[in-house]
């Protein structure tokens, strides 16, 4: 009999260690995790028991927008959050919820919205002391109110599904972050269960997907703006914009041809065309062979404009581009036909709009690249300024000289698209992208690219452009090159 109870009394001793184990594992390691998640009503409800922080953004003659904002209320919840022009700026601010928690920047940022970051704890002794009501510190965004609203308009006139991303080249500062369609956050942070009910369930269910922020959260075939990237891959391996590159009309690929789009040869008759001629007529066989010839290289200078990096944070979270199958290929090309493939930004090639913001952002800025960033400062409720916006370069992608060839080369492929090169005597340098999309390219619809910078000479705004197209002979040029020179003129205009 002792042996029997023995063993039940170990196994019960087993148990209740286990369990002590667990308790302590939740309580302890994961208790910070479990305290900043954002389903954790009761956080939530402490949350709203203080005003929360303002989300800003300032405008070129310096006067303060205000994009999200808090109401006091008399029931429970003590705080209504309320954003302005809510869907322009629902990929940036996100939304906050009592059912449902917070996204954007309003998860990103929590802690110092709500008041309870390290950086306010002066404040918050202030506060206990004095016995005034607790509240959160505000954040300013370098988002452009003009151009992020003439990037939206351009989209949603156009009825487009796609992004905008606008970045300082010299700063990294985001100018602009549109996602259309977008949604209204109102709804969601109502103190009405239904209605926060209701919203979410509409949006969700929505086939347009209007709660994904197409900039930051989801990748694309680059198409030809990916072009970008070979061409600075050979400018760094010795070439020059006037070397010789083909103008062949195809390509064998493994047991298929890849041609030009004009099923042609790239200029007329020309066997050979200089490699700025070969980008300006957005050649495929010429940026095919190249890329198969450069071979590691390419994956080499696809990493230093920053493809493949997976924590990158603006402050959300990034999601991962590749040149490569994706997971532990990402940045792998084992197959020696996809490099022709991917030298058109096909295949495997996956970009964010931002990351494609990045890679023109970088050559507008001789080759440096600058990290993305979407917080200008951090303030105290009074208005007083915390932490600012520094600068963070990210190392150089290529030589200046590298990047100037570019640089023309970009102006006579604007010129291709956009007349001479110029918009308004504006010199713009751009580069156009039609990607093949789907298991039967020709007859689905593809992602139609526009990457520019301006002034050419002088850049001040880089751009990328994404349209989800609805037709399938849609390309760059027709549909995403005119929001772009809208969302870079809307800039200038505050700054001439």
């Known amino acids: 009999m002792n042996t029997p109870l023995r063993r039940v009394g170990l196994a019960m001793l087993c148990m209740i260690v286990l369990l002590l184990a667990n308790a302590t594992y939740i309580q302890i390691i994961k208790a910070d995790d479990y305290r900043k998640d954002s389903r954790n009503q009761r956080v939530l409800l402490e949350e709203y028991s203080r005003e929360r922080g303002k989300i800003l953004a300032r405008s070129s003659d310096n006067k303060i927008q205000v994009l999200a904002t808090v109401q006091p209320t008399n029931n429970r919840l003590r705080y209504l959050r309320q954003y302005n022009n809510g869907p322009l700026y629902?990929?940036?601010?996100?939304?906050?919820?009592?059912?449902?928690?917070?996204?954007?920047?309003?998860?990103?940022?929590?802690?110092?919205?709500n008041g309870s970051?390290?950086?306010?704890?002066?404040?918050?002794?202030?506060?206990?002391?004095?016995?005034r009501d607790p509240r959160g510190g505000n954040i300013e965004l370098t988002i452009d109110p003009a151009t992020q609203l003439a990037a939206y308009q351009a989209m949603e006139k156009q009825g487009f599904a796609g992004s905008v991303v606008a970045l300082n080249p010299k700063t990294g500062e985001i100018l602009a972050m549109v996602s259309t369609p977008s949604?209204?956050?109102?709804?969601?942070?109502?103190?009405?269960?239904?209605?926060?009910?209701?919203?979410?369930?509409?949006?969700?269910?929505?086939?347009?997907?209007?709660?994904?922020?197409r900039a930051i959260a989801d990748t694309y075939a680059p198409g030809s703006t990916f072009k970008l990237v070979v061409a600075a891959a050979a400018l760094e391996d010795g070439k020059t914009k006037d070397d010789q590159v083909t103008a062949t009309d195809r390509i064998g690929v493994g047991g298929s041809?890849?041609?030009?789009?004009?099923?042609?040869?790239?200029?007329?008759?020309?066997?050979?065309?200089?490699?700025?001629?070969?980008?300006?007529?957005?050649?495929?066989?010429?940026?095919?062979?190249?890329?198969?010839?450069?071979?590691?290289?390419?994956?080499?200078?696809?990493?230093?404009f920053?493809?493949?990096?997976?924590?990158l944070r603006v402050p959300m979270k990034v999601t991962q581009s590749c040149v490569g199958p994706g997971t532990e290929q990402c940045m792998k090309i084992t197959d020696p036909n996809a490099l022709y493939q991917s030298g058109i930004g096909q295949r495997d090639v996956r970009l964010t709009p931002l990351q494609n913001a990045q890679i023109v952002a970088t050559i507008a800025n001789g080759g440096?690249?600058?990290?993305?960033?979407?917080?200008?400062?951090?303030?105290?409720?009074?208005?007083?300024?915390?932490?600012?916006?520094?600068?963070?370069?990210?190392?150089?992608a290529m030589s200046r000289s590298s990047a100037d060839q570019l640089r023309d080369m970009m102006i006579a492929s604007e010129a291709k698209t956009g007349g001479d090169g110029k918009t308004n005597g504006l010199t713009i340098a751009s580069k156009t992208g039609t990607a093949e999309t789907g298991n039967d390219p020709k007859n689905t619809p593809p992602f139609?690219?526009?990457?520019?910078?301006?002034?050419?000479e002088d850049p001040k705004i880089a751009v990328a452009v994404l349209v989800e197209s609805r037709d399938v002979a849609a390309t760059g040029g027709k549909l995403s090159a005119a929001v772009g020179r809208a969302t870079i003129n809307a800039f200038l205009a505050g700054r001439s």
């Not at 950086?119 to 016995?131: E, K, M, P, Y």
């Not at 139609?448 to 050419?456: E, G, K, L, Q, S």
Request: aromatic share 8%; glycine share 6%.
């Open 183 to 213: 949604y209204d956050p109102n709804p969601l942070s109502a103190h009405n269960g239904a209605a926060q009910e209701k919203a979410w369930r509409e949006y969700n269910a929505d086939k347009r997907k209007p709660m994904l922020n």
């Open 257 to 304: 041809e890849l041609r030009n789009y004009n099923r042609g040869f790239c200029n007329g008759s020309q066997t050979t065309v200089t490699m700025e001629t070969a980008l300006s007529l957005s050649c495929n066989t010429a940026f095919a062979q190249l890329a198969h010839d450069l071979d590691d290289k390419l994956v080499e200078q696809s990493a230093k």
């Open 117 to 131: 970051d390290d950086r306010l704890f002066v404040r918050r002794l202030s506060d206990l002391i004095t016995g």
């Open 448 to 456: 139609a690219w526009y990457v520019a910078f301006a002034p050419a």
């Open 306 to 311: 920053g493809i493949g990096e997976n924590d």
């Open 368 to 396: 440096e690249r600058m990290k993305p960033q979407l917080v200008k400062s951090v303030l105290a409720p009074d208005l007083s300024e915390i932490a600012k916006f520094d600068e963070d370069s990210l190392g150089r």
């Open 90 to 113: 629902a990929p940036v601010t996100g939304f906050y919820s009592v059912r449902y928690g917070a996204g954007g920047l309003e998860r990103a940022e929590d802690e110092i919205l």
